[in-house]
């Protein structure tokens, strides 16, 4: 009994400031869920206090207030696709596969972060209405690295014949627009084709035909080949 009540008073607890990078994690992916559902007007920290199962003051000890923490998620959020696109884009693959590559990976990066696309929304509307002070922020650090990248790989395609002549500036959003509409949009898609859109399977569809939109979109094909379309959803 008496090892049993040291253990127990030894034990790390959720919620204490022994385990901060847990509690912080905690926090973060419970504030992401209330801002994602509510926004930052209608989140309450004492939701997300009790979801993260910490008490209210660590979390005022971890964030000074709720937009610092609303902060904190966006950044959250922006860095794991930043990192997780670079990987793509760092690599050496031609440009066709690289761009294959990166819109894989958003793609696999929103499908395992579905309430991703609502905090872009809510905060695109709100820097919409000019009452966002994280979007110029957000903006030079992950929004226009990623796009840089991506366009001077459009215009290295386009120079090498593999792509068609696009405008970045056009193409970059659609590309963002075909994954984060299709999540966002998934209540209403199941009233309208009446199957859900969010299983394993009908996402793996939905990567497969995002893929070969954008090949059929930017592609040049290939005189001796044409554009046949690859079993994987590419077209090669």
Request: glycine share 6%; proline share 5%.
């Amino acid at each position: 009994m008496a090892q049993l009540f040291r253990h127990r008073q030894h034990a790390p607890r959720m919620g204490s400031r022994g385990q901060p990078e847990e509690s912080r994690a905690a926090i973060l992916q419970a504030a992401a869920k209330e801002f994602a559902e509510l926004g930052i007007a209608g989140a309450r920290t004492d939701a997300i206090a009790r979801e993260a199962q910490v008490n209210k003051a660590l979390l005022y000890y971890y964030f000074k207030d709720k937009e610092t923490l609303y902060g904190a998620v966006l950044d959250n959020a922006f860095s794991g696709m930043k990192a997780r696109v670079f990987q793509a884009l760092d690599s050496d693959l031609p440009p066709r596969e690289k761009i294959v590559a990166y819109v894989g990976a958003y793609f696999d990066f929103i499908a395992s972060n579905q309430i991703y696309p609502k905090l872009m929304q809510r905060e695109m509307m709100r820097a919409r209405e000019g009452r966002s002070e994280h979007i110029d922020r957000l903006v030079k650090t992950y929004f226009q690295p990623i796009y840089r990248r991506v366009g001077d790989l459009l215009h290295k395609g386009i120079a090498k014949g593999e792509f068609r002549k696009v405008d970045p500036a056009h193409f970059v959003p659609s590309m963002v627009a075909m994954i984060v509409f299709y999540f966002s949009s998934a209540p209403v898609m199941q009233r309208i084709v009446h199957f859900n859109p969010l299983t394993p399977q009908r996402i793996a569809e939905r990567r497969a035909a995002v893929l070969d939109f954008i090949s059929a979109a930017l592609f040049q094909p290939h005189a001796s080949t044409g554009a046949a379309v690859h079993k994987s959803g590419v077209r090669k």
